[in-house]
């Protein structure tokens, strides 16, 4: 039994001036015992190094957590409630904002630059956060950090679907939402070991 990929191509005639172009559905026929291993390699590794965006999403958003436990009794920070919140919630906030930047970012620059710009905004982030030693400093470097994460929230799923054969866009699309969720667990472990310690 075969699979109907509907397909949407673009038909122009050749004949009076003014005419306009129709949009016409035609279908690809598919085998149904394709496998999801038929597909290039690449395909996977694509979606890999682009998922690490969800990876970082979810670590980023949960580590804090942990974190604000060793960071309240560092004298050099002086962080009291205001500042706990401030601090837990600006990454929240900043990934609102720049998920709305990200759309008419992803339509100017395209998904890949996009993607490679909120890799940059990461890693500035995270050496802001690692050299921080005042609160303000550590509240800059989780407002460049939501700002990453809001640029990869809209840029990685689309990217990873646009890239996809079509039997596979689900599968592949749905491994970004897994790697959010697996980035949140790897960040309670490592706050769990660093707090033991």
Known sequence: ??????????????????????????????????????????????????????????????????????????????????????????????????????????????????ILIASVIFTVGAIVMGVAESREILLVGRLIVGAGIGLASMSVPMYISEASPPHLRGLLVSCNVLVITFGQFVAACICGVFFEN
Do not use: H
Request: proline letters at 4%; charged letters at 15%.
């Open 1 to 114: 039994m075969s699979q109907i990929t509907p397909l949407l191509q673009q038909d122009s005639d050749s004949g009076e001036e003014g005419n306009t172009e129709d949009l016409q559905l035609t279908f690809r026929i598919m085998p149904s015992n394709t496998s999801i291993f038929a597909v290039k390699k690449s395909i996977y590794a694509l979606t890999f190094l682009s998922a690490l965006g969800g990876f970082l999403f979810g670590y980023d958003t949960g580590v804090v957590s942990g974190a604000m436990l060793l960071i309240e009794d560092d004298p050099k920070m002086n962080i009291n409630t205001e500042w706990t919140e401030l601090i837990v919630s600006a990454t929240v906030g900043a990934a609102w904002l720049f998920s709305l930047i990200g759309g008419p970012c992803n339509e100017i620059f395209g998904r890949k630059p996009t």
